[in-house]
Every structure is written in structure tokens, then in C-alpha cells.
């Protein structure tokens, strides 16, 4: 008698089929899953259950970040670099602001709250100065960096969003900002900046677009018709070959009411899950992380 096959594997979380009609190949042994609780897929399939954790330390934190450099991370109004052993040390204290936004700038970690900013290397903060012009005469006012939030760096300048407007810096002059000319203008307030090769995947509150080309030329191109889930957009990034694309470039990957989304360096848009998993229409922010190739997101 031929052995049945029972399971050798599974393709996934499925919360759009009925529970007791999940897909299963027989042949293959290999099912969605109706519930999934702690649980790691590896790229064969191979389902195992997801390593516990320990806390490190208690408080009101908020605001991690690691983008190849150092780690920091917020509690309550104080801002903290984050040891390889887990310890805190402080760096600024008495912040007014919420959540902290970063953008990791060689050895340095540029960041602002809202309503205050500066500069991290290392354990210590300094301010974010008024840059100085250097180069022809021109006409041309420029001012400081504008205290927003969602800072990014694309083509050697800081991108900040402030209320609907994203700001743009001069080239390698990261606080010198041209308010007559380096902006974008949206029409509702920004909750995302994600920069890849060819431009720009930048969300607002209705919408997601692709800002394409260079600063000063970018051409606005709507790629879906809902918003991101803001603070979802992982810092990491995958290469387009390595998950199956057709051309090369690193992807950017965030969360949104229909689904995974996974922007390309060419400025596609794919949504990863929307066949498989229903997401809750009424979030309005969570959090993402690339591990490996597996995206860890969570909304509320």
C-alpha cells in the first residue's frame, strides 16, 4: 500500500479561504495555513516554531533604529545609543516630540521628531546647522534643514516630510534647503519615503506614488490607489534576483491595508499577500523588518 503523504511543508498563512478548504496538495504534502502563531517558513517550506525572547530592559521605548551604523532607540523623551550588549547609554534627553525619525549618512545619523533635530555619531548629539552655499553667485535663498518627520537620503540629498511637503536638500549639503524650489507638494500629509535606484515610493494618507528621476525633474506616477500603513517600511533592504525578479536592484518592502507591498528599484509595485491575507482596513501605523527573507510586520 502506498504511504500517504501527510505534510512535508507549507505554503503559507491563508485567512481569505475558509479554514476547513485551505489549499493542500496531496501529492506534495504541502498546505496553507489557516492559523500561523510564532511561526518561521523557510524558503523550502519547512515551517518550525519562531525562538522566544527575554526582556532586556522595562520603559516606554519607541523609535528603534539600526541602519548599519549604530543602534538608537527612544524612551519617553530621551533618546539613547544602544550597545552590542543591550545597554543604554544616554545621548539627549528632554525631547518634546514623539517618535524619532533617523537617516543613517556615512558614520553619522541624522534625525528629527517633529519639533527637534540633530545629529548622532556615537554617544553624542549635536545640532543640525544651517548649512553654508559654496559655488556661483546665485540668487537663491536657502535656509535650514525643516523640523518633519520621514527623513531619507536619495542622490546624495536628505528628503524631510513636513505636513503634506517634502523637502529636499542641495547635493552633499545636507542643511541647506531651497524652500522656493526643493519640494514636492502632496495632498495630504506624508507617512512615507522609501528610496531606491530610480526615484522615490512616497505615501500620503490617501495614496502611494512614484516620485521618478532626479530632484527638480521627478515625474509623479500614482502606483496604487491606498496608502502605506505608516512606520511599517523595513530599513533593510532585498535584492529584486535573489526573490525572483526579472532585473536586479535593491526593493523596498512596508505594509498597507491590502497587503505586503514590495517596491522595486524601477519603481514597480507588487503586493505580495493580497490573495492570501486579509488585512485590517482601520490601522494607522505598526511597525517592519527584513530578517533574512522573511518581512515581520505588525499594524494597530
Same mark, same amino acid.
Given at each position: 500500500?502506498?504511504?500517504?503523504?501527510?505534510?512535508?511543508?507549507?505554503s503559507?498563512?491563508?485567512?481569505?479561504?475558509?479554514?476547513?478548504?485551505?489549499?493542500?496538495?496531496?501529492?506534495?504534502?504541502?498546505?496553507?495555513?489557516?492559523?500561523?502563531?510564532?511561526?518561521?517558513?523557510d *524558503?523550502?517550506?519547512?515551517?518550525?516554531?519562531? $525562538?522566544?525572547?527575554?526582556?532586556? $530592559?522595562?520603559?516606554?521605548?519607541?523609535?528603534?533604529?539600526?541602519?548599519?551604523?549604530?543602534?538608537?532607540?527612544?524612551?519617553?523623551?530621551?533618546?539613547?545609543?544602544?550597545?552590542?550588549?543591550?545597554?543604554?547609554?544616554?545621548?539627549?534627553?528632554?525631547?518634546?516630540?514623539?517618535?524619532?525619525h533617523?537617516?543613517?549618512?556615512?558614520?553619522?545619523?541624522?534625525?528629527?521628531?517633529?519639533?527637534?533635530?540633530?545629529?548622532?555619531?556615537?554617544?553624542?548629539?549635536?545640532?543640525?546647522?544651517?548649512?553654508?552655499y559654496?559655488?556661483?553667485?546665485?540668487?537663491?535663498?536657502?535656509?535650514?534643514?525643516?523640523?518633519?518627520?520621514?527623513?531619507?537620503?536619495?542622490?546624495?540629498?536628505?528628503?524631510?516630510?513636513?505636513?503634506?511637503?517634502?523637502?529636499?536638500?542641495?547635493?552633499? $549639503?545636507y542643511?541647506?534647503?531651497?524652500?522656493?524650489?526643493?519640494?514636492?507638494?502632496?495632498?495630504?500629509?506624508?507617512?512615507m519615503?522609501?528610496?531606491?535606484?530610480?526615484?522615490?515610493?512616497?505615501?500620503?494618507?490617501?495614496?502611494?506614488?512614484?516620485?521618478?528621476?532626479?530632484?527638480g525633474?521627478?515625474? *509623479?506616477? $500614482?502606483?496604487?490607489?491606498?496608502?502605506a500603513?505608516?512606520?511599517?517600511?523595513?530599513?533593510?533592504?532585498?535584492?529584486?534576483?535573489?526573490?525572483?525578479?526579472?532585473?536586479?536592484?535593491?526593493?523596498r518592502?512596508w505594509?498597507?491595508?491590502?497587503?505586503?507591498?514590495?517596491?522595486?528599484?524601477?519603481? *514597480?509595485?507588487?503586493?505580495?499577500?493580497?490573495?492570501?491575507?486579509?488585512?485590517?482596513?482601520?490601522?494607522?501605523?505598526?511597525?517592519?523588518?527584513?530578517?533574512?527573507?522573511?518581512?515581520?510586520?505588525?499594524?494597530?
Open positions: 500500500m502506498k504511504p500517504l503523504l501527510f505534510c512535508s511543508g507549507t503559507g498563512l491563508n485567512t481569505v479561504a475558509d479554514p476547513v478548504r485551505v489549499r493542500y496538495d496531496r501529492e506534495a504534502g504541502v498546505s496553507d495555513l489557516a492559523v500561523a502563531v510564532n511561526i518561521d517558513i *524558503q523550502s517550506g519547512r515551517p518550525s516554531r519562531r $525562538q522566544g525572547f527575554s526582556k532586556a $530592559q522595562s520603559g516606554n521605548f519607541h523609535s528603534l533604529f539600526c541602519d548599519g551604523g549604530d543602534c538608537y532607540v527612544g524612551r519617553d523623551g530621551d533618546l539613547f545609543r544602544v550597545g552590542s550588549d543591550l545597554s543604554l547609554t544616554g545621548v539627549r534627553s528632554g525631547l518634546a516630540g514623539g517618535r524619532i533617523y537617516c543613517q549618512v556615512l558614520n553619522e545619523v541624522y534625525y528629527s521628531n517633529g519639533k527637534e533635530n540633530g545629529i548622532l555619531q556615537g554617544s553624542l548629539s549635536r545640532p543640525w546647522p544651517t548649512g553654508s559654496h559655488g556661483p553667485d546665485t540668487n537663491r535663498h536657502f535656509s535650514g534643514p525643516p523640523v518633519g518627520i520621514h527623513l531619507a537620503l536619495y542622490r546624495a540629498r536628505i528628503f524631510i516630510a513636513e505636513g503634506n511637503v517634502l523637502w529636499w536638500s542641495e547635493p552633499h $549639503q542643511g541647506l534647503f531651497d524652500q522656493a524650489k526643493g519640494f514636492a507638494r502632496f495632498g495630504t500629509d506624508i507617512i519615503v522609501a528610496p531606491v535606484a530610480n526615484g522615490l515610493f512616497v505615501s500620503d494618507r490617501t495614496k502611494t506614488v512614484f516620485l521618478r528621476g532626479v530632484p525633474e521627478f515625474v *509623479q506616477e $500614482q502606483v496604487c490607489t491606498y496608502p500603513i505608516e512606520h511599517t517600511l523595513a530599513i533593510d533592504k532585498v535584492e529584486g534576483l535573489e526573490i525572483g525578479l526579472q532585473s536586479p536592484g535593491l526593493c518592502l505594509a498597507s491595508p491590502e497587503g505586503a507591498m514590495l517596491g522595486t528599484a524601477e519603481g *514597480q509595485l507588487i503586493n505580495l499577500n493580497k490573495e492570501k491575507v486579509i488585512y485590517d482596513e482601520n490601522v494607522s501605523q505598526g511597525a517592519g523588518l527584513l530578517r533574512g527573507y522573511q518581512f515581520i510586520h505588525n499594524m494597530k
